[in-house]
C-alpha cells in the first residue's frame, strides 16, 4: 500500500513535501540547508535542497559583480521564488546545469 493519501495521484508528491521542497528556494542557500539537514532521507526534498543550495551560492558570488551584481541577485531571487511556487503547484522545477549536477552528485 502505498504512504500517499488517496486524493494524491501516483508519482506526485504530498502537499507537505512539495512545501517543504518549495519552502527550500525561499531563502536559497540557508533555506536549502536548513531543509536538507531537517529531511535527508527524503530523495525530493533532498534534491531541490541542494539545487536551493548550490543556486544560492552561485548567486552569492554573481551578487559581488559591482553594479549589476545586486540586480541579478535579487532576479534570481525571485526566480527562485517562482521555482517554489512551481513546485508546490506539482509541476517541474529545473535549473540549467545545476540540476544536471545534482542528479550526478546526489546520493
Not at 536559497?28 to 531537517?38: A, D, H, N, P, S
Not at 544560492?56 to 534570481?76: D, E
Request: proline residues 7%.
Amino acid at each position: 500500500m502505498s504512504d500517499q493519501p488517496p486524493n494524491v495521484p501516483p508519482g506526485i508528491a504530498p502537499e507537505n513535501e512539495r512545501l517543504k521542497a518549495a519552502f527550500s528556494y525561499v531563502l536559497l542557500w540557508l533555506t536549502g540547508l536548513i531543509m536538507l539537514v531537517l529531511e535527508p532521507q527524503n530523495k525530493f526534498i533532498k534534491f531541490h535542497a541542494m539545487q536551493a543550495i548550490i543556486y544560492g551560492l552561485v548567486l552569492m558570488i554573481v551578487g559581488w559583480v559591482p553594479c549589476i551584481g545586486q540586480i541579478i541577485l535579487f532576479v534570481g531571487w525571485l526566480y527562485g521564488l517562482y521555482g517554489a511556487y512551481q513546485i508546490y503547484e506539482c509541476k517541474e522545477f529545473r535549473l540549467p546545469y545545476i540540476t544536471e549536477f545534482v542528479e550526478k552528485n546526489m546520493v
